[in-house]
């Protein structure tokens, strides 16, 4: 099992529409949990991270996390063309003493007008 | 602030020569990694450091060497460069905190390399 899996997509959605973007990882020990966006040629930029169960809110992000079911999830509201990137889930396991993050291959995002 | 600087962004190697990418970092970070992205793929930690003198492998270091002189600075090594290390490389730095929860990796600008 890999320690952070995605969806490759790509993912699909019409301008306007909610984007869900799904990451699932294995270490249970993991205590917190980022979504980076990367467009094409660029580097990888941070949007959100969340650390509790449940959700939390930043602007059309919504970033949800589920401990139990080891589980995080990404979701953007009113979706736009320029939202169409790469998005990467990055966990710093337990096993690594917190001290390096694994990244998963990502979800790639296209926003359509 | 420059952030996390990485030099040159663009190499051509021949297969079996060698070269030095070049990562450095002004924000006075302890924390440093190199990862390599393959067209299509995520990131694949290389090595990282935890500071001055302190480096350790990650998930993909053959073939690479690495050595943390100062704070700022985690130059990355290729010895015998070949096809399969054709990639673009990137190096990040972040704050040394007990709590990962809250602290960011910074990348830099990446470094795209090309064995041939």
């Known amino acids: 099992q890999k320690e952070v899996e995605q969806n490759s997509g790509p993912l699909s959605v019409p301008e306007g529409a909610i984007a869900s973007l799904n990451c699932t990882y294995s270490?249970?020990?993991?205590?917190?949990f980022f979504w980076y966006r990367q467009y094409s040629g660029k580097s990888p930029e941070l949007i959100m991270f969340?650390?509790?169960?449940g959700d939390k809110e930043d602007g059309r992000f919504t970033a949800q996390l589920n401990k139990a079911s080891q589980y995080v999830s990404l979701l953007i509201r009113d979706s736009q063309p320029s939202d169409s990137a790469t998005y990467l889930c990055?966990?710093?396991?337990?096993?690594?003493?917190?001290?390096?993050?694994?990244f998963g291959a990502g979800t790639r995002l296209a926003v359509h007008p | 602030n420059a952030g996390v600087t990485q030099t040159p962004k663009f190499r051509i190697l021949k297969i079996g020569q060698s070269m030095t990418l070049q990562c450095t970092q002004d924000?006075?970070?302890?924390?440093m990694y190199w990862y390599r992205q393959d067209p299509g793929m995520g990131l694949k930690l290389i090595y990282y450091?935890?500071?001055?003198?302190?480096?350790d492998k990650g998930e993909v270091p053959n073939g690479y060497n690495v050595s943390r002189s100062t704070t700022e600075d985690f130059p990355l090594r290729l010895e015998l460069a070949a096809p399969s290390q054709t990639s673009v490389y990137f190096c990040?730095?972040?704050?040394?905190?007990?709590?990962?929860?809250?602290?960011?990796?910074?990348f830099g600008d990446g470094t795209r390399l090309s064995i041939l």
């Open positions: 990040a730095s972040r704050v040394d905190s007990p709590n990962y929860s809250n602290q960011p990796q910074h």
């Open positions: 270490d249970r020990g993991s205590q917190s």
């Open positions: 969340i650390y509790s169960n």
């Open positions: 990055a966990v710093p396991p337990f096993s690594g003493g917190y001290n390096k993050l694994i």
């Open positions: 924000m006075n970070h302890n924390y």
């Open positions: 450091s935890v500071g001055a003198g302190i480096t």
